[in-house]
């Protein structure tokens, strides 16, 4: 969803409710270059990997790509190995780690003077001090990067650290900073036609509602969001916001379908494999259990609620 420049070709990645970005730009030569092609078709299936969730497949693919790099001595792509690989760690809760290889890509893409590759790494950097407590230490990387991608008049760029500078802000309690930030982040993404940042940008103002005891906004943002992830078929991304839709009907009812929406996050998130989010959505489900007096049930007793059940009842934002 990120920048395509003429001849280079650029991936990103986002992670809601947050958004590190991923980027390749090879020059004109390596592009034609048979190793450097290979390395970078790698470098593609690893992000793809990794944006399905697929984390340790993704290391695997994304070691043969760092590895590919080194060798060809191709140090533009092998900092963006070294990118890809931070965002893996940090997707995996691994923010040591991720730290390591962002900051390993930063020092490379100084070196070849790649701008783009830096700001985009000190956004993911940003991310990863804002994840592990520190929004402080998040918002001067992510004031780094803002300044960068105003020199290069990177719009994509400028939305998005936009929206995560608003997620800092929600950290601090400044609520009416961070819709400022996620709102022009979403108008941005508009004009650009960016439907996944759009769709992210959207559960953040949504998450902003929810903080300020506003849970019809919230869930009014959260199923428009639901409705793009569901689009593009992006399965982390739809797993985490049903359960922000659930939270938000545990809090107003029914109950019942907070449990619905827990339940097909549930089966999401066993399908991916992420035992972070089977924990966390296992709990929701057995608060709700618990309120409403059912005994306890056998995860494996769960069965996928009709999705076309649940995206009957989206509002459309007028």
């Not at 470098?43 to 944006?51: D, H, M």
């Not at 060809?72 to 890809?84: F, K, Q, S, V």
């Not at 991608?149 to 400028?158: A, Q, R, T, V």
């Not at 793009?228 to 659930?246: C, H, M, W, Y």
């Amino acid at each position: 969803m990120k920048p395509l420049v003429c001849h280079l070709l650029t991936l990103t990645l986002c992670l809601t409710p947050i958004t590190p970005m991923l980027s390749v730009q090879p020059a004109i030569a390596q592009i034609e270059n048979a190793s450097s092609q290979q390395a970078l078709t790698l470098l593609q299936q690893g992000v793809n990997l990794a944006k399905q969730g697929k984390y340790q497949e993704a290391r695997e693919t994304l070691q043969q790509a760092l590895v590919m790099t080194q060798q060809i001595e191709d140090r533009g792509l092998e900092g963006t190995a070294l990118m890809a690989f931070g965002f893996t760690y940090n997707s995996i809760g691994q923010p040591t780690e991720a730290l390591d290889y962002y900051q390993q890509a930063v020092a490379i893409f100084q070196e070849v003077g790649d701008r783009h590759g830096e700001a985009i790494t000190l956004n993911n950097i940003g991310e990863v001090y804002r994840k592990i407590g520190q929004p402080e230490t998040a918002l001067n990387y992510y004031q780094q990067a803002l300044s960068l991608h105003k020199e290069m008049d990177s719009p994509d760029g400028m939305a998005t650290v936009f929206n995560n500078i608003g997620l800092v802000y929600q950290d601090f309690t400044e609520y009416q900073q961070a819709l400022n930030y996620n709102q022009q982040a979403l108008s941005m993404f508009e004009q650009l036609g960016d439907r996944r940042g759009m769709a992210i940008a959207l559960g953040n103002i949504g998450g902003v509602y929810d903080k300020i005891d506003q849970p019809e906004q919230a869930l009014d943002y959260y199923k428009q969001a639901l409705s793009i992830f569901e689009e593009l078929r992006d399965q982390p991304k739809i797993a985490v916001t049903l359960n922000s839709i659930g939270g938000i009907y545990r809090q107003i009812g029914p109950l019942k379908q907070a449990l619905e929406y827990h339940e097909q996050a549930l089966l999401i998130y066993r399908e991916l494999g992420n035992r972070s989010g089977i924990a966390e959505t296992l709990n929701y489900i057995g608060i709700i259990r618990r309120r409403l007096g059912q005994p306890k049930q056998g995860t494996s007793q769960l069965k996928q609620p009709k999705t076309k059940e649940v995206n009957s009842k989206k509002k459309t934002r007028k």
